[in-house]
T-cell receptor, first 117, second 114 residues
Framework: GAVVSQHPSWVICKSGTSVKIECRSL??????MFWYRQFPKQSLMLMAT?????????EQGVEKDKFLINHASLTLSTLTVTSAHPEDSSFYIC?????????????FGPGTRLTVL | SQQGEEDPQALSIQEGENATMNCSYK?????LQWYRQNSGRGLVHLIL???NEREKHSGRLRVTLDTSKKSSSLLITASRAADTASYFC??????????????WGLGTSLAVNP
């Protein structure tokens, strides 16, 4: 149980285009979802916390107009990287939690590798 | 920085040896979690230890937590080549604005040589 999927698993796009990444909880309802990014050989950095039906809470330094997050249902959150540039190339990972706090465990998706040319 | 720190950054051992990784953090925590990540892949949750626990075991894994020193260690016994991966600690804590989140350590890259 508690499976989280992400789509696509990898994407290559041209500079200036927008890319949407989906995060789905497959067998549970996720009140809270989290988006992270990870640069090569580095740790995960939390970008934003998303609660279903409300606006996402972004971490300091993360541009909310650049990284649009929508958590429209209890099983789906999307991250849209708008007007992507090469410096946005990264590994994006989502996770889902069963309650509004973290609960005990976050369930992680497999990640999406974004390469912007 | 709120980020935890791990040492060593890289560790290379022979199969059968034990591997110990350490994690230090800065704030009071609800729990501390260890994850494994194979190169370029997703995260695998290994073990969670709550702030009122001192030691926890899971198979070949042993985790300790010292809240007075704000540190934790992960011991992998009788290592295997398949244990080769990056290992991260993550602390679950409350932050300003009633904001609860996971903060990640920098990770330890473990190489187990056959």
């Amino acid at each position: 149980g508690a499976v989280v999927s992400q789509h696509p698993s990898w994407v290559i796009c041209k500079s200036g285009t927008s890319v949407k990444i989906e995060c789905r909880s497959l067998d549970f309802q996720a009140t809270t979802m989290f988006w992270y990014r990870q640069f090569p050989k580095q740790s995960l950095m939390l970008m934003a916390t998303s609660n279903e039906g409300s606006k996402a809470t972004y971490e300091q330094g993360v541009e909310k107009d650049k990284f649009l997050i929508n958590h429209a249902s209890l099983t789906l959150s999307t991250l849209t990287v708008t007007s992507a540039h090469p410096e946005d190339s990264s590994f994006y990972i989502c996770s889902a939690s069963l309650d509004r706090g973290l609960g005990d465990t976050q369930y992680f998706g497999p990640g999406t590798r974004l390469t912007v040319l | 920085s709120q980020q935890g720190e791990e040492d060593p950054q890289a560790l290379s051992i022979q199969e059968g040896e034990n591997a110990t990784m350490n994690c230090s953090y800065k704030t009071s925590i609800n729990n501390l979690q260890w994850y494994r990540q194979n190169s370029g892949r997703g995260l695998v949750h290994l073990i969670l230890i709550r702030s009122n626990e001192r030691e926890k075991h899971s198979g070949r894994l042993r985790v300790t937590l010292d809240t007075s020193k704000k540190s934790s260690s992960l011991l992998i016994t009788a290592s295997r080549a398949a244990d080769t991966a990056s290992y991260f600690c993550a602390t679950d804590a409350w932050y300003a604005g009633n904001n609860r989140k996971l903060i990640w350590g920098l990770g330890t890259s473990l190489a187990v040589n056959p």
